[in-house]
């Protein structure tokens, strides 16, 4: 039985978070999260205020464990979904892609527990100042959005900078890495590409497909040139992309552009062609489609194994 103080804040029976993926994460992955004891994410970021409390209600009737609400600074809809998960009784949102600042104290003034993903040590301090009830430390080796740095030199430096609970995220997919996590210094871990596979999740069968196949140097990260890096499975959609990114001729504006749907394509419609099929270096451990129950509990019991062994190393 792995019990970190997370448990208790968050009132869940495991460590374990679902990444709350733009487009991927809809209220029947986060009630089957939730169900399975661990914590479940509707994404906002694919959602306009009254999309969102459909999809929040929706899991109220699917689950009666906590869920949250991931929320996508970036999104055109941030300033709707922020007053939509105090309006629906939101117990915990993760934000990401951005400083949630602007709207932590009407946040924490409502009771809702605020977790943000940060990249940085800088970051983590500074939410953490804001009232941040934990921080989800996010390597590079993440899906979709992503900073600088890995989750080996990240999370332990977040770890000794706050007094909150970190939550680690990127590059982790099993019981080996949650373990690893915990040695860092984590209270739990944070998984989306693993998750994106689950039976209860909606990601098209070709987007399901690709991260079962996908090999160690699979994922490549565009966007860099727009600030804005992106890690995706390598697609003939991110080949196009690079080459755009590389050639002057196209603006900021123009490849932001570009990649505009190219997600809600590879999720829905598993479009080979144009569709963005984002995912974490982590795809390369992900070999088996499963219930998020089956993905928890082998997670869960091979990091106990992997900790009830490792006093051989003590002699
Ligand atoms: O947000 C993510 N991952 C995402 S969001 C997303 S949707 C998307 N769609 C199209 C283009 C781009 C994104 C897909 N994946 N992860 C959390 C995360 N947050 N990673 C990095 C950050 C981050 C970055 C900079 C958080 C804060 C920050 O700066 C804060 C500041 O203003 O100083």
């Not at 992503?146 to 030199?153: A, C, K, P, Q, S």
């Not at 209860?200 to 860099?224: F, L, M």
């Amino acid at each position: 039985m792995i019990k970190t103080e997370l448990c208790a804040l968050l009132g869940i029976e495991y460590p374990v978070i679902q990444g709350g993926m733009a487009w991927v994460a809809d209220a029947c992955l986060a009630a089957a999260v939730s169900n399975a004891g661990g914590l479940g994410l509707i994404a906002g970021m694919s959602s306009n205020g009254e999309q969102l409390r459909a999809e929040i209600r929706k899991a109220k009737e699917l689950t009666n464990k906590p869920f949250g609400v991931n929320i996508m600074l970036m999104s055109p809809f941030t300033d709707e979904v922020a007053k939509v998960v105090i309006e629906e009784k939101v117990k915990v949102i993760t934000t990401g892609a951005g400083n949630p600042g602007k709207y932590m104290p009407e946040w924490v003034k409502a009771g809702i527990k605020v977790i943000p993903v940060v990249p940085s040590v800088a970051f983590a301090k500074r939410v953490a100042s804001a009232g941040a009830v934990a921080v989800v430390a996010e390597g590079t080796e993440a899906g979709g959005h992503i900073g600088e740095l890995t989750t080996m030199v990240l999370v332990p430096q977040i770890t000794d900078a706050v007094d909150i609970p970190v939550v680690a995220a990127g590059g982790i997919a099993d019981g080996r890495g949650f373990a690893a996590a915990l040695m860092l210094g984590a209270q739990g871990v944070q998984m989306g590409t693993r998750f994106v596979v689950a039976d209860e999740c909606r990601a098209h069968i070709n987007y399901k497909e690709r991260v079962i196949k996908a090999k160690d140097r699979d994922t490549i990260v565009t966007g860099r040139r727009t600030g804005h890096p992106v890690r995706s499975l390598n697609s003939s959609f991110s080949k196009e992309f690079l080459k755009c990114e590389k050639d002057e001729g196209y603006s900021v504006e123009a490849l932001e552009a570009l990649g505009i749907g190219a997600l809600r394509m590879a999720v829905m419609d598993g479009d080979p062609v144009c569709g963005c099929f984002m995912a974490g270096q982590s795809a390369a451990l992900v070999t088996k489609q499963q219930t998020a129950s089956e993905i928890i509990s082998e997670i869960v019991s091979e990091a106990e194994m992997l900790l009830r062994e490792s006093s051989k190393w003590l002699g």
